[in-house]
């Protein structure tokens, strides 16, 4: 499948439920319901990641990349001077719109309608977001992103990628929907164009591993320990994996 015919497919897609654009066949009430969840956790370790060890402050430019109706570009406004949101899709950037006006920090939100590969604003940007959306690109155009990524990002800034890779005892594949590479495949493109991993995590492991920090005062072990049957019945089904990274930009 190319960029172009994906890219097509996302441009004429209407939203399937409330701020919903998975294309998983999760029941859409569970999915808002976990969505939100998933996203304030995964905010929670950003945070720590990039205000680690100072005080919070906040972060002069967000770039989201394939927004969609921008419900992690709102979280960014907690902690960020400006964000941009981009996507192909029309449909989703008026809802992002609408649904920024509700934020005190609205006016510092824009959504531009663009493809991600043409979009080359990442002057300042502190934390560019690849949120879902790397699987609906060619190899040849993953890698042309990264290296403008690589070239325009200032040093030291951070990406976090969230994408689904193929499930790891199965080989990665295409589908009509999407390119499902493994794990280490980003992670080896990512390094060639000068990132390096600071955290990755799977998505089945936030919710889990937090639950297991309030309980007990932060001890990881028993996080790992509620994961496992959930990572159990993860492999079993033979799905895919959901990857999360954060990744810095190294000096060159
Ligand atoms: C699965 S949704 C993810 C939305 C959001 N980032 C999230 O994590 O919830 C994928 C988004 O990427 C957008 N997209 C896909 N290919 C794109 C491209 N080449 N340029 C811009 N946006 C694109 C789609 O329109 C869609 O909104």
């Known amino acids: 499948m190319s960029t172009l015919a994906m890219t097509q497919f996302w441009s004429g897609r209407k939203l399937t439920g409330k701020n919903t ?60 001077d400006s964000v941009i949101g981009v996507d192909v899709n029309g449909h989703f950037l008026q809802v992002a719109r609408q649904a920024v006006q509700a934020h005190a920090a609205a006016k510092q939100a824009v959504f531009v309608q663009e493809n991600i590969l043409e979009f080359a604003d990442y002057q300042a940007a502190d934390l560019v977001c690849l949120g879902a959306c790397v699987q ?81 005062g932060g001890k990881n072990f028993l996080g790992k320990i509620l994961w496992w049957p959930v990572r159990l019945v993860d492999l079993a089904r033979w799905h895919n994996d959901h990857m999360n990274w954060i990744l810095v930009k190294e000096r060159r």
Do not use: N
């Open 21 to 80: 654009v998975s294309l998983s066949e999760t029941p859409e009430w569970l999915q808002s319901a976990y969505a939100s969840v998933f996203r304030d956790l995964v905010m929670d370790r950003l945070r720590e990641f990039l205000f680690a060890p100072g005080p919070e402050r906040s972060l002069r430019k967000v770039v989201d990349l394939g927004c969609g109706p921008g419900d992690w570009s709102l979280r960014f406004l907690d902690f960020a």
């Open 136 to 216: 609906y690109l060619a190899d040849e155009d993953l890698d042309l992103l990264l290296s403008r990524l690589a070239d325009k990002m200032p040093d030291g800034a951070c990406v976090y990628l969230r994408t689904t890779t193929s499930h790891p005892l199965r080989k990665p594949y295409r589908s009509s929907i999407g390119h499902y590479r493994a794990g280490d495949d980003y992670e080896r493109r990512f390094f060639r164009h000068g990132f390096r991993i600071a955290r990755h995590f799977l998505s089945s492991q936030v919710i889990p591993e937090r639950v297991a920090r309030d309980l007990c």
